[in-house]
């Protein structure tokens, strides 16, 4: 089977070209092949499919096996990968994702994608639909025990559902020890990605992200989404400017419109090509796919 390996400012996955391959049992084979020793190591994996609604389709699966509903780092992989992998000419795209269809802008320099801009459509805030097991209208700001020590939390669903907290010194946290409470929390039927952010100026934020399924990541997309809206709501920045977001992998540039839109613009990176062995695969016996 061939594949891609690409990454977003370090949120790095393995991509599967669906119309010339085919995965049967795709929550194994993200489990086998993102384990860093005895696989290709990844945050996961993400089949590129044909789509009836869409140009394209995503699946996307976490490294635990767990399918997920979005991530913003590998849709503007995506964008990068069909236009010069031929899969398309078009410079405006759209996908199609378990939450809902995303539209790409592609930036493209010199017949390659500089960037791309990804419509994220609205944040979700109700806390039912998020999900948060709560009755209030919005959770913004709400003191959470986690693991003994009281956090301020905010909750955001970008197709995914995130808790941010806004915390000094983010460098120190061992999120190791602390992201597993927060992403089991029971506040979450569904787990939680949690995003730590630092606040530098009213424009710039700096973040870590614990997400569910796969740990501490370099970076992600609809989490620094989240974030974005959760400083707004917040008063610490302002609806319809641009927030620089600093990430272990590097900058995402997010805009949270008055009409509730979410816009982020970033880079995408191929890393290689190769071909995995199907024979052992389908012989590898330790592994466990997580379910929730």
Same mark, same amino acid.
Not at 257 to 269: F, K, L, Q, Y
């Given at each position: ?73 590998? =849709?503007?992989? $995506?964008?990068?990968?069909?236009? !010069? /992998? ?5 410079? @405006?795209?759209? %996908?199609?994702? &378990? ?67 806004? =915390?000094?010194? $983010?460098?120190?946290?061992?999120? !190791? /020890? ?5 992403? @089991?929390?029971? %506040?979450?039927? &569904? ?90 695969? &389908? ?10």
């Amino acid at each position: 089977m061939k594949f891609t390996k690409m990454h977003g400012i370090g949120n790095d996955y393995i991509y599967i070209n669906c119309f010339e391959e085919k995965v049967a049992e795709p929550e194994k084979v993200s489990v086998v092949l993102s384990d860093v020793r005895k696989g290709i190591g990844s945050d996961g994996l993400v089949l590129i499919m044909p789509s009836d609604i869409a140009d394209f389709r995503m699946r996307i699966f976490n490294a635990d096996g767990s399918e997920a509903m979005m991530c913003g780092n590998a =849709t503007r992989c $995506i964008g990068k990968y069909v236009y !010069e /992998k031929g899969l398309t000419e078009k410079t @405006n795209i759209t %996908l199609e994702t &378990n939450s809902g269809i995303k539209i790409l802008k592609l930036n493209i320099i010199d017949g390659k994608v500089e960037s791309v801009t990804v419509d994220m459509g609205r944040a979700i805030l109700v806390p039912k639909d998020i999900p948060v097991n709560s009755k209030l209208e919005r959770f913004i700001d709400q003191p959470v025990e986690v693991n003994g020590q009281i956090y301020n939390m905010t909750c955001v669903s970008m197709g995914n559902p995130h808790s941010v907290i806004f =915390t000094d010194n $983010i460098d120190s946290l061992d999120l !190791e /020890k602390i992201g597993p409470h927060f992403e @089991n929390h029971e %506040l979450f039927p &569904n787990r939680v990605n949690t995003e730590f952010i630092e606040v530098i100026n009213d424009h710039t934020l700096k973040m870590r992200v614990w997400e569910r399924g796969s740990g501490e990541t370099f970076a992600c997309g609809t989490g620094a989404c989240a974030s974005a809206v959760a400083a707004v709501l917040n008063g610490i920045c302002r609806h319809d400017e641009k927030i620089l977001i600093h990430l272990r992998g590097g900058d995402l540039a997010i805009t949270y419109n008055s009409d509730e839109t979410v816009i982020m613009e970033g880079p995408a990176e191929f890393i290689c090509d190769g071909t995995v062995d199907d024979e052992y695969i &389908n012989s590898a016996k330790e592994y466990v796919v997580c379910r929730s």
